[in-house]
């Protein structure tokens, strides 16, 4: 006979388990926390989807070699090598790392249009049209600075 007291055990412990490995790539924290660790600018991009104004953005003429890191969790993004000058007023990439960027459709503004979020933290980046460099990927990655974080 199934010991039934043995099963219930045997689920309380494995209920925690489950959940960790289900969160060991995000990091997930309360608008507090956010907050607390994001300049007013980079928390409005990043956990509310606002869009910095073209043209103001750190690194919109920023071609140094290096990498974009997410702001709010310092994932690697995009490398130095993929940006280039699209003159859309924000930083632009033809590719991102792989794996890093989760794709979200966006109907807002009475448009569609594909979002771009960081696959660790789901912040907001920006979002990736088709009017890219055709000579690569033909994509273009509209990133607002507010979102990124650069390392040498
Ligand atoms: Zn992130």
Known sequence: MINLKYILVFSILLIPLISISQNNNKMIKTEKEWKATLDEMSFQVL?????????TGEYNLHFEKGAYNCKGCNQKLFESNNKYESNCGWPSFDQAIEGRITYV???SHNMFRI?????????H???VFNDGPKETTGKRYCINSAALSFKN
């Open 47 to 55: 956990r509310n989807s606002y869009t910095e104004r073209p043209f």
């Open 105 to 107: 459709k966006d109907y």
């Open 115 to 123: 979002e771009v979020k960081c696959s660790k933290c789901d912040g």
């Open 125 to 127: 980046l920006g979002h």
